[in-house]
């Protein structure tokens, strides 16, 4: 009796067994894939690297080892100060979006204060209206007062981020039509969309999506290919990504192979 060779294992599930067998081992070898899988290292190498640019591991010498988990959330004065120079390229990339005149929203973050603090300083714009939830941005924009008028919407305070969430915020996020949101996360994968790491001020997020025109998420390079315990939006819901230039190539081709247009701000001015 004759057998019939199956021939070799569609990429997909190749690429499935991979991750199966990562989550066993915390390390895979090139060179054992290759042989486990009959294919050569070139294509083992290929697989990983589609892998990463999708999130699901970390290239490293010689193999690939799981993903890094988000860590918990951390105080606004401790965020601050990660990726500073990144945060502040996206700031500035943002800052120029805006014109005299517009109406947009600044979300909650680290980030988003640097865009705040990048408003501020543009001396020359002027009649602009910025709704927040955050006491910081709130207090980087006092200085522009009154070229630029700002809205706090009120609600319970977050003293970790020093935001407002719920009840109360939705009140006036439900009643406006802004121009342009710039929403921060703490990340951005092209299977799992923007994700947070806290559910309150993930609700005020979505509010802000919906009364906004035009959907800027800011996020520097470290948290593209992450997930975070809370979905805001899949990346259809988005309409542009800032991030800087010191983001991972391949994250960022697979991130623009969905649709998602995605800008990498200067480090270097």
Request: aromatic fraction near 2%; hydrophobic fraction near 45%.
């Amino acid at each position: 009796m004759t057998t019939t060779d199956p021939g070799p294992v569609p990429a997909r599930i190749r690429r499935d067994r991979m991750l199966a067998l990562l989550r066993e081992r915390d390390f895979v070898r090139v060179a054992d894939l290759a042989e486990r899988f009959d294919v050569s290292e070139v294509t083992v190498r290929g697989d990983l690297d589609a892998l990463q640019a999708r999130g699901q591991l970390r290239r490293v010498r010689g193999g690939a080892v799981p993903r890094a988990a988000t860590p918990a959330e951390r105080r606004f004065e401790e965020a601050e100060i990660a990726a500073a120079t990144q945060k502040r390229a996206i700031a500035r990339a943002a800052a120029a979006m805006v014109s005299d005149g517009d109406t947009i929203v600044l979300d909650v973050g680290t980030t988003t204060t640097a865009v705040a603090q990048a408003l501020a300083e543009r001396t020359e714009l002027t009649d602009v209206t910025v709704f927040t939830s955050s006491l910081t941005i709130a207090l980087a924009l006092e200085s522009a007062d009154p070229r630029l008028t700002v809205v706090v919407t009120g609600g319970t305070l977050r003293s970790k981020q020093h935001s407002l969430v719920e009840p109360l915020a939705g009140l006036v996020l439900g009643t406006i039509n802004a121009g342009t949101a710039f929403i921060g996360c703490n990340g951005i994968d092209i299977e799992r969309g923007v994700t947070n790491v806290n559910l309150p001020e993930t609700e005020i997020k979505r509010m802000i999506l919906r009364a906004s025109q035009q959907r800027v998420v800011c996020a520097d390079s470290s948290k593209l290919g992450q997930v975070a315990l809370a979905h805001v939006c899949d990346l259809d819901d988005v309409d542009r990504l800032l991030t800087d230039d010191l983001a991972d190539p391949d994250l960022v081709a697979a991130l623009r192979d969905t649709g998602l247009e995605v800008v990498l701000a200067p480090t270097t001015p």
